[in-house]
């Protein structure tokens, strides 16, 4: 089993800029270099967003949503198990739950469906006020 626990989120103004930080472990954790992870969001109501992806190992492939190219930026540390999100321009349609997530990978892709992840956190909340 995987526990994967974000933080980071908060309230901020509109402008501003968040990095939201998930910290991967587990008994059955296999090494986290193995995974690829990513980032969703989530809206009362709404389905899972896709937001960003970055693929197993070093992290050479990463994928974005239309909204969030060019302010978003997701990356890695498999030294530390941790995936990050940097979030600058953040506007108000940014206000959602956060959620990072990971799968067990051999290939290089970022993948961009909330079905490709088996391993979810538990969210955390960011909320962009205008």
């Known amino acids: 089993q995987v526990q994967l626990v974000e933080s980071g989120g908060g309230l901020v103004q509109a402008g501003g800029s968040l990095r939201l930080s998930c910290a991967a472990s587990?008994?059955?954790?296999?090494?986290?270099?193995?995974?690829?992870m990513g980032w969703f969001r989530q809206t009362t109501g709404s389905e899972h967003e896709f937001v960003a992806a970055?693929?197993?190992?070093?992290?050479?492939?990463?994928n974005y949503a239309d909204s969030v190219k060019g302010r978003f930026t997701i990356s890695r540390d498999n030294d530390k198990n941790m995936v990050y999100l940097q979030m600058n321009s953040l506007n108000p349609e940014d206000t959602a739950v956060y959620y990072c997530?990971?799968?067990?990978?051999?290939?290089?892709?970022?993948?961009?469906?909330?079905?490709?992840?088996?391993?979810w956190g538990q969210g955390s909340q960011v909320t962009v006020s205008s």
């Open positions: 997530t990971a799968r067990y990978s051999v290939h290089s892709a970022a993948y961009s469906r909330a079905t490709d992840y088996t391993y």
């Open positions: 587990g008994r059955t954790f296999s090494t986290f270099s193995n995974y690829a």
């Open positions: 970055i693929s197993r190992s070093s992290g050479s492939t990463t």
